[in-house]
């Protein structure tokens, strides 16, 4: 079966820092693009950073470009999200995904597994 666990999501007050993890397993790892996207209340899911499969080439949210980094370890079959600077509209439970088999993108659409989510709630 497949697995996405998320892990590493808290309170933390705006400008501080937090490190999300995923653990996949179930899949080779190598031959999907991951994403991480987010839902806040109230509003539709977002796409928030991807990397893709083969060359770890990185997108992100206007809103958290030079903010978040994302990056992945094939060893271990981890994605990260680094989130700096952190604001209180980074508020959200944040969900890790697996595209299709060498895929990769902005889309929902685009990804065909699901972690079961964290929160990450940013305070003044």
């Known amino acids: 079966q497949v697995q996405l666990v998320e892990s590493g999501g808290g309170l933390v007050q705006a400008g501080g820092s937090l490190r999300l993890s995923c653990a996949v397993s179930g899949l080779t790892f190598t031959w999907h693009g991951m994403g991480w996207f987010r839902q806040a209340p109230g509003k539709e899911r977002e796409f928030v950073a991807g990397i893709d499969w083969r060359e770890g080439s990185t997108y992100y949210l206007d809103s958290v470009k030079g903010r978040f980094t994302i990056s992945r370890d094939n060893a271990k079959n981890t994605v990260f999200l680094m989130m700096n600077s952190l604001k209180l509209e980074d508020t959200a439970v944040y969900y890790c995904?697996?595209?299709?088999?060498?895929?990769?993108?902005?889309?929902?659409?685009?990804?065909?597994?699901w972690g079961q989510g964290t929160q990450v709630t940013v305070s003044s």
């Open positions: 995904a697996a595209s299709a088999p060498l895929g990769s993108g902005t889309e929902r659409s685009q990804y065909a597994y």
